[in-house]
């Protein structure tokens, strides 16, 4: 009978303390902010987000590169070459290395962004080769 009445008051007892700290997590408002073009944006179509570890949040979009810093967003001018630009354009992996450069892929090859410097580089596989890979870009991994 002792034992039994025992775990009953540690059971009640468990069971106010979770509907007592339960209550202050329900009062918690999460708040949401819808960022777009007007925001600074290059795409309202984003195919990529990333948060790098100094905690900016990247952007990939169809029309190119943002970084957003919890304030506001800066589009990220890509490289202009003669070919392959519109192409370039559409930003579709992100990833970062251990040397502060972000790894962009894209439409048309991968990008090296040099967050130090804020220079890019740009691989693209070998065209000619009808058996090698392709230069679209869908992921990426360091």
């Known amino acids: 009978m002792i034992i039994i009445t025992y775990k009953r008051i540690i059971s009640f007892l468990l069971i106010v303390f979770l509907i007592v700290a339960s209550k202050d997590s329900y009062g918690q408002e999460i708040k949401f902010s819808r960022l777009n073009i007007e925001d600074g944006l290059p795409s309202n179509m984003i195919n990529v987000v990333f948060q790098s570890q100094k905690g900016f949040i990247w952007f990939g979009t169809r029309e190119g590169l943002a970084r957003f810093d ?11 070459e003669e070919f392959g630009l519109v ?11 251990d040397e502060n450069n972000l790894w962009i892929g894209t439409g048309y090859g991968v990008l ?18 009808k058996l090698g890979l392709s230069n679209l870009i869908y992921s990426l991994t360091v």
């Open 70 to 80: 919890g304030h506001r967003i800066v589009q990220i001018s890509l490289p202009e």
């Open 87 to 97: 192409a370039r354009k559409k930003i579709t992996a992100i990833c970062e290395d």
């Open 112 to 129: 090296c962004f040099n967050l130090v410097t804020e220079t890019f580089s740009h691989y693209l596989f070998d065209e000619e080769n």
